[in-house]
């Protein structure tokens, strides 16, 4: 299983593409949300629309979910964008329940397919839960953590948690460090081998320092910023057989 990253910068990046992602298990591949810039990105990592399987919605910020115009009308409009029996495909749609009407809302007025109603459907094969999605054999939880404030209204993002050969993996999204929203994750993070961590805003001093009683505490053997991960990968390698 592979993590690869499509890019490494925030919304307003120029160099070093915004922080999308592709999970790689078997022949099938997951896009971890798909920011305005992600076409640029797959194509950079040689990548292409009909190599993936799915995409992971994580909130509504166009650098997390401004390509999804993009990904609707390009799938739907490829003629070799098909099943193994010539149907067209549709890629599966993962996303927390609460934001599939509002990402709906931001897609209709430039999904248009001339003769259709269009709906989030007619792009996606939409899967839309509360806590916990499977792909590919890989049950993922989604772990809400705070983004940022609007109004002191705190602004959700769900992270992801799943399992590997090496141990457990958690993906936060991105996410401000306020450790009272934290105290339930604090209690079970122990589990988790693997933190990739987005912090909001971008990496600086203070977040890192804030982190480290919780890397502590956890004793997760890896950890890492998407700042620091421009064009590179995590590999869990698959548990040999016993004996």
Known sequence: MTLQFLGAGSAF??????????????????????GSDVRCSLKEAGLHLRMLDGVYISHLHSDHCGGMEYLALATYFDPAFINADGTRRRLK???????????????????VVPGIDATLETFFEVVSEELAFVWNGIEFTMVKTVHCHANQIPIPCYGIAWYTDCGRVWLSG??????????????????????????FPPLCTRTTINWLPLMRRSKAKSSCSTTM??????VWPTASPAG
């Open 13 to 34: 990046t120029q160099d070093n593409r915004q922080s999308n992602m592709v999970l790689t298990k078997g022949d099938k591949r997951l896009l971890i949300d798909a």
């Open 93 to 111: 749609l993962y996303l927390h329940s609460s934001i599939e009407v509002k990402l709906w809302e931001m897609l209709q007025n430039g999904c």
């Open 174 to 199: 991105d996410t401000i460090f306020e450790p009272e929203h934290f105290a339930n994750l604090f209690a079970t993070v122990a589990r988790f081998s693997t933190i990739v961590k987005q912090l």
């Open 229 to 234: 991960m421009a064009r590179r990968k995590i």
